[in-house]
């Protein structure tokens, strides 16, 4: 096997693996966001009309804040396991690329 292609194939096969959950990231936060800016946007206009005050404001907008973090740390977990397929997936290219130079399975 050329080596000299076997780092663009750990990337590609990497870049493959972790895409996948792009999916399900994307979807989620675009859910997310639009409910965090409706809140807030509520919020604003609420105050902006006299009928809340801006420390009610404040607090219902840690609300929000309070929430996104959530998604973050949601969102942790996934990245973890986008990373943990990509680098499964690069590491079965180079174990195929060690095998096929070595002629024997010692990867």
Known sequence: ?????????????????????????SD???KEFAEAKKEAEAIALEVAA???TPAQAKIELQ???????????ALTVEAKAAAQEAINAALEVLRSA???A?????L
Do not use: C, P, Q
């Open 63 to 73: 609300s929000v804040k309070d929430s996104l973090e959530d998604v973050r740390l």
């Open 50 to 52: 006299g009928t809340k």
């Open 98 to 100: 060690v095998n096929s």
């Open 28 to 30: 989620y936060l675009e």
């Open 1 to 25: 096997m050329d080596f000299k292609n076997t780092l663009e194939k750990m990337l590609a096969a990497a870049r493959i693996a972790a895409g996948a959950h792009w999916n399900v990231v």
């Open 102 to 106: 070595a002629k024997v399975a010692i």
